[in-house]
């Protein structure tokens, strides 16, 4: 596509450069009429800078643009060169004191919790590190874009408005000091003049709605004849739909439709297609017809080119405006006037008008354009924002309709401008007094709700989708409505509050649309058809809330129009239910001599709503009289002579009674809707202003009321008047056994009534019902939800009701009730209830769940039985009530009351089984406690004059009247205390007997009305409970020594299956790793301990048995029998990579023979250790596949294993594996017959094993010439001379049993195949590199692991780490016999090659670039491949240990040469030692040999320290490697942690500890194979600087260091901008922990295509930096996120906590977070262990969910 536009790219028009900006602007300056001149300026160069091709060239277009039409516009307005101008005119601003920052997308934001007025006030990092706040209680979010920083804003800020560098400027402000001052006369004049033409110009094209023509004073002579198909947004139509049409429509391949497509996602626009109208056209209506099937079309426009044109110049002054304004208050205020400045067609012509006007018009880009400028000239100029508040305030009606029938999302409307308006206090009140804004927002939003039913009320039963889509964008309204109450009045003024309760009368309009809305009748026979449509009116509810509490807190701030609204809002109920007995039959009711009147109503028949705002606003109002005391200050002003509490009760009552029902099951056929909506008119996101208010509601009408009234009342709406009025009624009930499901009813029914009473009367922690505050009331919530369970903050936080702030008021009491106890490593920190706040405890807390309550009593009763308490759980003590609801506590005497608990007390002593329960019988007595914790209170308190009006103790010590002649309740207790079958209430009943003695105690020693009772009882009473006491104490000892064998038996049990557990792993690891319980066994620690060589300590064989984890067969491991292998997992591996940019590139061709010393990409193989027969798994294997692929061809979902890659999970721990490793006996023994005495030195070793590789070759050469005849052939090979015993055409034979051999080949397959990334090929010659490299590159990561860790060496490895190790050596040194002989020769011979130099190999590294210890284990693992055919007695041993010297040294020589030489100054301490002398001496002969190249000897100290360093992780890998290799024992000193174990390795290695002798010994062929190392050009390069190599130790990699605080992240990710998609910011910023980089994730621009599939950043990042493993941090959701191949991933919790132990994945909370050191090392150690894999395994197997996540998207 390139060089198709390439030539337009110089066709620049001459006559464009050569346009001088400064004679323009002069001519301007002459001009007469200076609109004119301009826009026949722009008439004629906009066209040819702007849209000359299919698409648009930004970078050419802004050049030319600065060049010909802004350049003289700048002149123009400085008068002067721009570049003098400007400056000069920033130099005279004063600047303004406020930030005004505007926020991209992701950018971080911080709000103060003490501080900022509402959680609206943000600031943007740079002024929040600045700023006191950072040492407050703050927030953290992320922005959505738009919105500004609020800093200099005294109203958003209770304190510091100011950061430290906005503070500077506030000094020089005088208040409303005008900014135009600063300016010239000049200036302000030719200011004035062009932003009025510039601006109207921009308007006028933004806002043009034709198509092909222009505006008259901009049409040109000579118009060109090009068009556009101009494609533009919706929020209707999908991504894949808007990709798949364009491919269609104008004939584009995918990669440009998703150009185009996301394009017109980000600006709202995108042309499609260029060219004359016609070719236009016809793109168009294939758009058209393509996308109009479902829905409406997309919406497509062709333009004239012209048009486009200058619309796009449009824009670009808008930025420009923007930036001009920046530099001068004085230019901003000129713009803003010029903004504002009506037009000639009066009202609603000024230019923002005309903008705002068309913004639902305008596409997405333009309208973001003029929003920022909105934002840095209106809202920046306090003047003028003022201004522009009233013009938004008169359009606002207008504004919201265009946004509500738009479909753009709320962050694209200007409407959403609407929060940096209203939020801020003085503009809010002037608009509410002045543009009376809160009744037009409210009268707005019932506009848009226009369904009704035939009460007048809001119908939302089927609403069809439009509606709700509607629905939910007018709900934004409800918002602004919030924020307009956000802020509170300190002052009233007589203006605001008629326009408040002007609005006020507006909201009640409102509410009462709302009272009474969706009605339900209780469905009998059929279950309902359809689901009846609630939660549009739940919606409404919950997004009122905060509205309906915040007029409340408007109310209470001032007396007059509290007293007005209570007024108001009492009409309206009125309007609501005046008339509510209208065609009601009243009714008399009448128990104990009491009688009332009411109407016939039941809620089990009739309509009933759970949607009651007006009565519930009231109930908030009447409790805010009283709480202000308005009610005893001013009664003559309230109508409260006009309240008639049965009708404030009816409906509440009905509310609950519905509950209640639906409890007792009786509402089952009407559904999961109900169900809900009782669940949500609970909950704590509504309960503040549903359920609570209801009760308050109650409480206010029972406080005016007879008890005994009220009672009757409810039992009739209960439906339970029949039961209690009739005498013996339950027992007549009882006997009808036939209807059991009725009596259950009425058995809840009774309970629930019985719980309502206790809440009427014991509810009273609002301010205002009881003498409490706003503290005790959340204290006493906190206290409540800790009694169920310890709770961590962010659980605790959703369990407590937020204010429209987002507060809980948690904080500032949680300190007083609860213990925190910080987090582990894993978990989170918890708040624990303190001891001593569990007697306030209510276990009839109105806001526990069922659920809660019942684990909050088993709790607070285990509690109670631990400090050896009895477990009774008596009523807490209560705050007194406010007078106003003092007569509440009345109903406890009541004799209905009463009668009630006196009925139930009889069921209960009578016991006959169904009429009552124990439950109700619990509530009776919480009720009795409650009355006698009263009566106790009102003692306490009494004073002299007053008489305790409240009686309980003596009512209920007296027996029934005459008829009944029931006994007291008194003595119903006394019965029920003994009865058996009430055990777990005895407690409680004690409890009560004892407090009601106490009572009777104080009333009898207070002065006022002893009562008499008879002395027998309390005598009886103490004795009985003497006994009891003595009784009790005999049981609680029982119990407790129960309890003691209880524990034991348990811990007994676990240890049992501890045991077992480990007894059962042994039977399968221990005797698989004899040697490791040999290695501990003291037997070997007497003597010195040798790995290898002649000198190798002998060990004896073991006889190893292992059991079969599949068929629980026991077998000994040996050559020849069945072969046994282990669970494995091969898995390519950068962990420790030092050249991530490596990868290989292509493996078919890649020799893997040679690791460079970077390891950048090795095959690691890691085991879980669990031991099957080759056959049962391969058995078990197939199975697998065979219900995977049923499984795929069912469901198509991946697994969390890949069977055709030949993945599975070992069948005993599920751990993930990819193929088994064979189980051998030390390989070594079995070839290593030989043994002479009689060895050669590493000399003549060397000699030996070059001449049988020239032999070697010589014959590889033979054969490989064909046509040679088979005399000449032998001719020659007589010629070659066979070394000594050595016989080439000798070929051992395989000890190992078939099935052994064929396991052998499975892993080195497997090894291969994953290693390289190749289709399996056991052919192939790499594979026995493979194999070596899996080893040695599997000791290498665990040697790091343990010295990252300090552990030492051979400590105790885990039993699966050890079998791994061993069996992986163990293979690795036998695969040799299955593959062909000459293969491995060869790989040998090049090896030894890179040491031995050797005329046929010459193109082979220079030891700089040789990893030395894949080295080692490839010479020494292919060596049996040469030593079996050499029959002159060299033993492998020998060989072996030349092998290991010789690689030593190659590697004292490697570390020398890089040794970082410079001197640090420090002087060598000791005199010098042998080592040090040695060690100087050869790094001079290096010197000589390099030419002088190597730089100026060092001390010989501190190149001794630089060998012993940098040798030490090769000595350490070189003993695990011959460890296993040879089963000798480690020695014990490397058992124990340490600083060095130099000596004891050395011990082992059979080297001396002075390494450089091994030089000295040798120095006959060492100095001439030194020199040859030497001499290689790639050594030369480096020594002179040229290249680079690997320095020694090589250091641990690590993951990145994150920063301390998390926002620090989020904002260096909010800069990031997406790489290919021209500096648009990425939607999910990625950083990989492992090298840093930053990713735009999860999004179309950054997908690659990978082996052919399309995959997101991430994974395709994974491939070059992990080979195919990631670790990242999804920053915008502080998330970690793992990955492995395509298919695989998981989340993973952040290392990332807040101050209460927290994570916060998806930063919802926005509580401030640090890292967790701990945690984030945990992740490290994963990485390091190789474990990241197996972690997703796990995740996936746990959580079927994420393997429906398309990971490769990431
Ligand atoms: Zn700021
Ligand atoms: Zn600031
Ligand atoms: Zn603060
Ligand atoms: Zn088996
Ligand atoms: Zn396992
Ligand atoms: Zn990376
Ligand atoms: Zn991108």
Redo the contacts with the bound molecule.
């Keep these: 596509m390139a060089s198709e536009l390439e030539p337009e790219v110089q066709a620049i028009d001459r006559s464009l450069l050569e346009c001088s900006a400064e004679e323009i602007a002069g001519k301007w300056l002459q001009a007469t009429d200076l609109t004119r001149e301009v826009y026949q300026h722009l008439a004629h160069y906009v066209p040819k800078i702007y849209c000359r091709g299919p698409n648009p060239f930004p970078q050419k277009e802004d050049m030319l643009a600065q060049h010909v039409l802004l350049g003289p516009m700048e002149w123009y307005l400085c008068g002067e060169d721009p570049a003098f101008g400007f400056p000069k005119l920033e130099q005279a601003n004063k600047p303004s004191?406020l930030?005004g920052?505007v926020f991209k997308v992701g950018e971080p934001t911080y709000s103060c919790r003490d501080c900022a007025v509402d959680p609206t006030c943000v600031?943007?990092m740079?002024?929040?590190l600045?700023?006191i706040h950072r040492d407050h209680r703050y927030r953290m979010t992320t922005s959505g874009g738009g919105g500004f920083?609020d800093?200099?804003d005294t109203e958003a800020w209770k304190e510091g408005p100011?950061?430290?560098?906005?503070?500077l400027n506030t000094s020089e402000i005088e208040e409303e000091e005008d900014p135009l001052v600063h300016l010239s006369e000049d200036v302000i004049a030719r200011t004035y003049n062009i932003f009025a033409i510039m601006f109207r110009y921009a308007v006028e094209i933004l806002t043009w709605e034709k198509e092909s023509e222009l505006p008259a004073d901009l049409e040109m002579v000579e118009k060109s004849d090009t068009y556009y198909c101009m494609l533009f947004n919706d929020e209707v139509h999908t991504y894949e739909q808007v990709i798949y049409t364009l491919q269609k429509a104008v004939n584009c391949t995918q990669k440009e439709a998703i150009g185009f497509a996301t394009t017109v996602d980000r600006d709202g626009r995108r042309s499609v297609r260029y060219g004359d109208f016609q070719y236009c056209e016809q793109a168009k209506s294939v758009i058209v017809r393509n996308t109009s099937r479902q829905t409406k079309p997309l919406k497509v426009q062709v333009m004239h080119s012209s048009i486009v044109a200058h619309q796009n110049f449009g824009l670009k002054l808008l930025s420009w405006l923007g930036s001009i304004i920046g530099y001068s208050d004085g230019l901003r205020r000129i713009l803003c006037q010029v903004g504002l400045q009506e037009g000639p067609d009066g009202e609603n012509s000024s230019l923002v008008d005309r903008l705002m006007l068309s913004d639902s018009k305008l596409w997405k880009g333009a309208r973001s354009v003029y929003h920022q400028l909105f934002m840095s000239s209106l809202l920046m100029d306090l003047k003028y924002k003022k201004l522009f508040a009233v013009r938004f305030a008169k359009n606002y009606e207008r504004l919201q309709s265009d946004y509500v029938t738009d479909d753009h999302d709320r962050e694209f409307s200007v409407a959403d401008l609407s929060v940096q308006i209203f939020t801020v206090p003085s503009l809010a009140r002037m608009l509410i007094t002045e543009e009376n804004l809160m009744s037009i927002i409210i009268k707005t939003f019932m506009d848009h709700l226009r369904h009704r039913d035939a009460q007048g009320r809001f119908q939302f039963e089927r609403y069809t989708a439009l509606q709700a889509f509607k629905f939910r964008r007018v709900q934004s309204l409800i918002l602004d409505l919030k924020y307009v109450l956000i802020s509170k009045p300190t002052e009233w003024s007589d203006e605001l509050r008629q326009k408040f309760l002007e609005g006020f009368d507006a909201f009640l309009e409102l509410l009462k649309c709302m009272q009474g809305m969706d009605p339900i009748t209780r469905q009998v026979g059929q279950h309902i058809e359809m689901e009846p449509e609630w939660e549009a009116a739940f919606t409404l509810q919950m997004k009122l809330t905060h509205v309906i509490s915040m007029m409340q807190d408007w109310c209470a701030s001032d007396e007059k129009v509290l007293i007005e609204a209570y007024k108001k809002c009492l009409a309206v109920l009125m309007q609501c239910h005046g008339g509510y007995t209208d065609g009601e039959q009243p009714i008399t009711l009448s128990i104990c001599g009491h009688s009332v009147e009411t109407i016939r109503y039941c809620v089990s028949q009739e309509k009933v709503s759970i949607h009651l705002p007006v009565s519930r606003l009231l109930a908030g109002l009447h409790v805010l009289l009283s709480k202000s005391e308005v009610a005893y200050k001013f009664p003559e002003l309230l109508p409260l002579s006009e309240l008639s509490p049965p009708m404030l009760i009816e409906h509440p009552l009905r509310c609950l009674v519905l509950c209640a029902q639906v409890h007792a099951g009786m509402w089952r056929r009407n559904g999961f809707s109900l169900v809900n909506q009782i669940y949500y008119y609970h909950n704590v996101k509504c309960r503040r202003e549903m359920f609570d208010k209801d009760v308050v509601m109650l409480q206010t009408g029972v406080s005016m009321m007879d008890p005994n009234h009220f009672l009757m009342i409810m039992l009739s709406r209960f439906e339970l008047y029949q039961i209690f009025s009739t005498p013996d009624y339950g027992k007549r009930f009882s006997s009808e056994i036939t209807h059991k499901d009725v009596v259950q009813q009425n058995n809840t029914l009774i309970e629930e009534m019985l719980y309502l009473i206790i809440m009427l009367v014991g509810e009273r922690f609002s301010p205002g019902v009881g003498q409490v505050n706003a503290t005790d009331e959340i204290k006493r919530e906190i206290i409540h939800q800790l009694s169920i369970k310890p709770m961590a903050h962010s659980e605790l936080v959703k369990s407590l009701p937020e204010d429209e702030n987002k507060e809980t008021g948690m904080e500032s009491v949680i300190e007083a009730v609860a213990h925190f106890k910080k987090p582990g490593l894993t978990g989170r920190g918890m708040y624990e209830l303190k001891p001593e706040c569990a007697k306030e405890f209510n276990l009839y807390f109105y806001h526990f769940s069922r659920a809660e309550q019942s684990k909050a009593e088993e709790a607070q009763r285990k509690l109670k039985r631990q400090n050896r308490e009895d477990a009774a759980l008596p009523p807490p003590v209560l705050p007194p009530f406010c007078p106003l609801f003092a007569s509440l506590v009345n109903i406890l005497q009541s004799d209905v009351m009463l009668c009630i608990m006196g009925t139930i007390l009889q069921w209960a002593v009578e016991h006959n089984g169904y009429a009552w329960s124990e439950s109700m019988l619990q509530r009776v007595l919480h009720l009795i406690g409650m009355a006698l914790q009263e009566e106790k209170q009102h003692l306490e308190n009494v004073t002299e004059e007053h008489v305790v009006t409240f009686t309980f103790t003596q009512k209920i010590s007296k027996p029934g009247e005459a008829p009944k002649n029931s006994p007291s309740i008194l003595a119903m207790l006394e019965t029920l205390q003994n009865a058996p079958y009430l055990e777990v209430h005895k407690d409680m009943i004690r409890w009560i007997l004892k407090t009601f003695n106490a009572v009777k105690k104080m009333r009898e020693s207070s002065p006022t009305s002893p009562v008499a009772e008879t002395e027998g009882t309390i005598m009886e009473e103490s004795s009985r409970d003497k006994d009891k006491a003595e009784r009790k104490r005999k049981a609680e000892i029982a119990r407790l020594r129960r309890e003691k064998i209880m524990a034991q038996m348990s811990e007994m049990q676990r240890h049992f299956i501890d045991e077992n557990k480990e007894l059962f792993q042994q039977t399968l690891e221990l005797d698989a790793s004899t040697s490791a319980v040999l290695d501990n066994s003291p037997v070997a620690s007497d003597m010195t301990l040798t790995a290898l060589g002649p000198a190798q300590t002998q060990v004896p064989e073991q006889r190893q048995f292992v059991t079969c984890i599949l068929c629980q067969e026991e077998q000994e491991v040996k050559v020849e029998s069945r072969a046994m292998v282990l669970a494995a997992f091969v898995q390519r591996s950068t962990v420790l990579s030092k050249n991530r940019s490596k990868f290989i590139q292509d493996p078919e061709k890649y020799d893997p023979l040679f690791m460079h010393p970077d390891l950048s990409c090795g095959t690691h193989t890691s085991s879980c250790g669990h031991i099957m027969h080759a056959h049962c798994w391969q058995r078990y294997f197939d199975s697998v596949q065979a219900k995977e692929q049923r499984r795929q061809q069912r469901l198509r979902l991946h697994t969390s294993y890949d069977v055709e890659n030949g993945e599975f999970l070992c069948p005993l721990c599920e751990c993930l594996s990819n193929t088994v490793i064979p189980l051998l006996l030390p390989p070594r023994n079995i070839f290593n017959k030989l043994n002479f005495s009689d060895q050669p030195n590493l000399t003549q070793w060397i000699r030996t094993i070059s001449q049988q590789i020239k032999a070697l070759q010589f014959l590889r050469k033979e054969e490989s010439t064909p046509n040679n005849a088979s005399t000449k052939n032998s001719e020659n090979v007589d010629e070659l001379q066979l070394p000594e015993g050595f016989r080439p055409d000798f070929r051992p034979k395989n000890p190992y049993s078939e099935s052994i051999k064929e396991m052998l080949t499975t892993f080195g397959t497997a090894t291969y195949k994953v290693g390289l990334k190749v289709h399996p090929n056991e052919e192939d010659p790499r594979v026995p590199i493979m194999c070596w490299g899996s080893c040695a590159y599997t000791i290498q990561s665990i040697e790091r692991i343990l010295s990252d860790e300090d552990k030492p060496l051979f400590g105790p490895l885990p039993c699966r780490l050890d079998d791994c190790l061993r069996s992986l050596t163990r293979f690795a040194a036998a695969h040799w016999t299955v593959a062909s002989v000459s293969v491995v020769q060869g790989h040998f011979c090049k090896l030894f090659a890179s040491l031995v130099p050797n005329d046929s190999h010459e193109e082979l590294p220079c030891i700089l670039d040789i990893d030395m210890f894949h080295l080692l284990v490839g010479l020494v693992l292919a060596f049996p491949a040469l030593q079996c055919q050499d029959f002159s007695g060299i033993s492998l041993c020998t060989g072996d240990l030349h092998i290991f010297h010789l690689v030593t040294m190659a590697h004292i020589i490697q570390i020398l040469l890089t040794s970082c030489t410079e001197e640090n100054g420090m002087d060598q301490e000791n005199p010098t030692c042998e080592e040090e002398s040695a060690v100087l001496a050869l790094y001079k002969t290096l010197h000589q040999y390099t030419g002088s190249a190597l730089k100026e000897i060092p001390s010989g100290w501190h190149l001794w320290r630089s060998v012993r360093a940098g040798i030490m992780p090769f000595l350490k890998c070189s003993a695990l490697f011959f460890h296993y290799l040879n089963g000798v024992p480690s020695p014990p000193d490397i058992q124990v942690p340490g600083t060095s174990h130099f000596e004891h390795l050395c011990n082992y290695l059979s080297l001396p500890n002075n390494l450089i002798c091994l030089f000295q010994e040798n120095s006959e062929i060492m100095n001439s194979l030194i020199e040859s190392w030497c001499r290689n050009s790639e050594v030369k390069r480096y020594l002179e600087g040229e290249r680079d190599a690997i320095r020694y130790p090589r250091e641990s990699n690590k993951l990145i260091n994150l920063p301390e605080d998390y926002s620090s992240l989020i904002n260096q990710a909010s800069n990031f901008s997406c790489p290919k998609s021209g500096g648009d910011k990425s939607r999910a910023p990625t950083l990989c922990l492992v090298c840093g980089s930053l990713l735009c994730s999860q999004s179309y621009c950054c997908q690659t295509e990978l082996e052919g599939e399309d995959v997101g950043a991430c994974t395709a990042h994974t491939y070059s930096c992990g080979s195919g493993v990631g670790i990242f941090l999804r920053v915008r959701e502080c998330q970690v996120l793992f990955l492995a191949g395509k298919t695989k991933g998981c989340f993973y919790s952040p290392p990332y906590l807040d101050d209460y132990g927290e994570t916060d994945q998806g930063l919802r909370r926005g509580n401030p977070l640090h890292l967790c050191k701990e945690r984030f090392k945990k992740i490290q150690k994963l990485w390091h262990q190789h474990s990241v894999t197996e972690e997703i395994g796990h995740a996936q197997e746990a959580n079927q969910t994420l393997v429906g996540i398309d990971w490769q998207h990431l």
């Design positions: 004191h930030c920052r600031l943007c740079e002024c929040f600045g700023s920083c800093c200099g100011y950061c430290q560098k906005h503070e």
